[in-house]
């Protein structure tokens, strides 16, 4: 915590070839400037000792630009270890430049704990830590069997470290898990022996940065593996959504070891003419209605802006009835700090709805008007059947959906291709703007659809549904995918199979002309 607010209030920020510029994004401010300490001018890789020059000359000169300046040295991992903290801080030390070390989580402890691998066990009650680079080791000390080796490094300068752990004495049958990306989404881990570990790293292509542990805790992987045997692991999800909706789904697919692109394939606008929407409001504030339905979080924020414009609050909604069309809705009501009166208790849905909407009793309710703030592209199946129960319904636009921009064209690429593994519509709408922009997804990606409605019109578009979410809810559909992903996994197992994502399993088809 300490970290992020020292990066948020941060004038430059130093960082090193593996803390690269993208991972800043989010954590600081627009204008900050980014100095790469990982290379030179010219591009070569700088030593400890330049490093520590470039910090100085990069804190002093932030200092003469605006006379107190706040510099970052962002390291990758803990900076107490093997990242050339004494170096640096030293450095600044002779230069009077005063300084604060904020500890981080060592690379040391956390690739093991995401691979499943404990450093210590009854049996194994100390840890070694080596830089791989390090020329001057004394191996011998660290060939006992109660003791976890752990070595960090390039893939090249891991193998001969193996190697000389092995001429050593550590017994070649010691397990050892090869750990690569750790603590990320694209972890891939190998485990093997010590006798064989060296061949392994150098027929593999592993990226780097790697880790090795070597020693009998490696043997836990198997039942301790949390991290890679998530039910999404891996998968790349395409989420045709606006980035401001999309937040709490792709949060929650990356619980589930997934990565998402959003793809913006709508965009909500004011109503071209907002004299209905303005009748509405104030017809809601003389007490016009008897109740109000919010078939979206898109129509409560419209209603809310209103209020805001013409100096509202929820004071207004006093005696009012208020029905949400699912629990998305209803949590948008409750930001507010509004109860609905009526939500689904089934189908999440405008026919859900009005399975649970009372009739219209003369002798009960006061006024038999209800107002519907919907978007312009809206279906009638809510207006019709309240109607039907004796409700007069004003229909109101609050708000239009526009067909966002094309994506880039490798997006458009990826969706046609196969490399997305599985795409999440959560409305109809979303599933007509994808196609007519991007083009519909490849037969192997896997197809998500949050209700019945929205499953039916990607099946008039020619998909396969593979998911539909048991609620109306973004949570929802995430969790029926980890389901199906889950069941991925238990057939592969069953089949003694590798698990493979869907992006692995497509097939190459060709198209044949057919002559009449």
Same mark, same amino acid.
């Given at each position: 915590?300490?970290?992020?607010?020292?990066?948020?209030?941060?004038?430059?920020?130093?960082?090193?070839?593996?803390?690269?510029?993208?991972?800043?994004?989010?954590?600081?401010?627009?204008?900050?400037?980014?100095?790469?300490?990982?290379?030179?001018?010219?591009?070569?890789?700088?030593?400890?000792?330049?490093?520590?020059?470039?910090?100085?000359?990069?804190?002093?000169?932030?200092?003469?630009?605006?006379?107190?300046?706040?510099?970052?040295?962002?390291?990758?991992?803990?900076?107490?270890?093997?990242?050339?903290?004494?170096?640096?801080?030293?450095?600044?030390?002779?230069?009077?430049?005063?300084?604060?070390?904020?500890?981080?989580?060592?690379?040391?402890?956390?690739?093991?704990?995401?691979?499943?691998?404990?450093?210590?066990?009854?049996?194994?009650?100390?840890?070694?830590?080596?830089?791989?680079?390090?020329?001057?080791?004394?191996?011998?000390?660290?060939?006992?069997?109660?003791?976890?080796?752990?070595?960090?490094?390039?893939?090249?300068?891991?193998?001969?470290?193996?190697?000389?752990?092995?001429?050593?004495?550590?017994?070649?049958?010691?397990?050892?898990?090869?750990?690569?990306?750790?603590?990320?989404?694209?972890?891939?881990?190998?485990?093997?022996?010590?006798?064989?570990?060296?061949?392994?790293?150098?027929?593999?292509?592993?990226?780097?940065?790697?880790?090795?542990?070597?020693?009998?805790?490696?043997?836990?992987?198997?039942?301790?593996?949390?991290?890679?045997?998530?039910?999404?692991?891996?998968?790349?999800?395409?989420?045709?959504?606006?980035?401001?909706?999309?937040?709490?789904?792709?949060?929650?697919?990356?619980?589930?070891?997934?990565?998402?692109?959003?793809?913006?394939?709508?965009?909500?606008?004011?109503?071209?003419?907002?004299?209905?929407?303005?009748?509405?409001?104030?017809?809601?504030?003389?007490?016009?209605?008897?109740?109000?339905?919010?078939?979206?979080?898109?129509?409560?924020?419209?209603?809310?802006?209103?209020?805001?414009?013409?100096?509202?609050?929820?004071?207004?909604? *006093?005696?009012?009835?208020? /029905?949400?069309? #699912?629990?998305? +809705? @209803?949590?948008?009501?409750?930001?507010? &700090? =509004?109860?609905? $009166?009526?939500?689904?208790?089934?189908?999440?849905?405008?026919?859900?709805?009005?399975?649970?909407?009372?009739?219209?009793?003369?002798?009960?309710?006061?006024?038999?008007?209800?107002?519907?703030?919907?978007?312009?592209?809206?279906?009638?199946?809510?207006?019709?059947?309240?109607?039907?129960?004796?409700?007069?319904?004003?229909?109101?636009?609050?708000?239009?959906?526009?067909?966002?921009?094309?994506?880039?064209?490798?997006?458009?690429?990826?969706?046609?291709?196969?490399?997305?593994?599985?795409?999440?519509?959560?409305?109809?709408?979303?599933?007509?703007?994808?196609?007519?922009?991007?083009?519909?997804?490849? *037969?192997?990606?896997?197809? /998500?659809?949050? #209700?019945?409605? +929205? @499953?039916?019109?990607?099946?008039?578009? &020619? =998909?396969?549904? $593979?998911?539909?979410?048991?609620?109306?809810?973004?949570?929802?559909?995430?969790?029926?995918?980890?389901?199906?992903?889950?069941?991925?996994?238990?057939?592969?197992?069953?089949?003694?199979?590798?698990?493979?994502?869907?992006?692995?399993?497509?097939?190459?088809?060709?198209?044949?002309?057919?002559?009449?």
């Amino acid at each position: 915590m300490r970290a992020a607010e020292l990066l948020q209030a941060a004038d430059v920020v130093v960082i090193d070839q593996v803390a690269r510029e993208e991972f800043l994004a989010g954590h600081v401010r627009e204008d900050v400037q980014v100095v790469d300490a990982g290379h030179g001018e010219t591009g070569q890789p700088l030593t400890t000792a330049s490093r520590a020059k470039l910090v100085v000359r990069t804190a002093k000169a932030a200092a003469d630009d605006t006379g107190e300046a706040l510099v970052v040295r962002l390291m990758d991992g803990d900076p107490a270890t093997f990242n050339g903290l004494a170096e640096e801080a030293l450095a600044c030390h002779k230069a009077g430049i005063s300084f604060e070390i904020v500890p981080g989580v060592s690379a040391v402890a956390a690739v093991p704990a995401y691979a499943g691998v404990p450093l210590t066990s009854a049996s194994s009650r100390a840890v070694h830590v080596i830089p791989a680079r390090e020329s001057k080791v004394d191996w011998s000390r660290s060939v006992d069997a109660d003791i976890t080796v752990v070595i960090l490094g390039a893939p090249d300068t891991l193998a001969p470290a193996l190697a000389n752990l092995l001429d050593a004495g550590r017994h070649p049958e010691t397990p050892v898990a090869l750990t690569a990306q750790g603590t990320t989404i694209r972890q891939s881990t190998r485990t093997t022996t010590l006798a064989e570990a060296s061949a392994t790293l150098r027929k593999a292509t592993v990226p780097f940065p790697t880790l090795a542990i070597v020693g009998s805790t490696v043997e836990l992987r198997e039942q301790l593996s949390w991290w890679e045997t998530k039910p999404l692991y891996g998968w790349n999800i395409l989420v045709p959504r606006t980035k401001d909706q999309a937040g709490s789904m792709t949060r929650r697919l990356g619980s589930y070891g997934a990565s998402s692109d959003v793809v913006p394939t709508i965009s909500v606008e004011p109503p071209r003419t907002p004299q209905q929407m303005e009748r509405a409001v104030k017809g809601l504030v003389t007490g016009r209605y008897e109740w109000i339905g919010f078939t979206s979080a898109n129509a409560v924020r419209a209603v809310r802006e209103k209020f805001v414009e013409y100096g509202l609050d929820v004071r207004a909604f *006093a005696g009012l009835k208020i /029905a949400a069309v #699912g629990g998305v +809705t @209803a949590d948008s009501l409750r930001d507010w &700090g =509004l109860e609905p $009166d009526l939500v689904p208790s089934g189908e999440q849905s405008a026919r859900g709805l009005l399975e649970d909407w009372p009739d219209f009793d003369e002798l009960v309710d006061p006024i038999n008007r209800v107002f519907l703030p919907r978007a312009d592209i809206a279906t009638d199946t809510l207006v019709a059947g309240l109607q039907e129960m004796g409700w007069e319904v004003d229909d109101v636009t609050a708000y239009r959906t526009v067909r966002a921009a094309p994506p880039a064209p490798e997006v458009r690429e990826a969706i046609k291709s196969g490399k997305f593994d599985a795409v999440c519509f959560t409305s109809s709408s979303t599933v007509r703007n994808l196609v007519g922009i991007a083009g519909k997804p490849h *037969a192997s990606t896997v197809v /998500a659809c949050i #209700g019945p409605a +929205t @499953a039916k019109t990607a099946e008039e578009h &020619g =998909l396969r549904v $593979d998911v539909l979410a048991s609620e109306a809810s973004a949570e929802s559909l995430v969790d029926a995918l980890a389901d199906f992903g889950r069941g991925l996994m238990m057939a592969a197992a069953e089949s003694g199979e590798p698990v493979r994502r869907p992006s692995e399993k497509k097939k190459s088809t060709s198209r044949r002309k057919v002559k009449a």
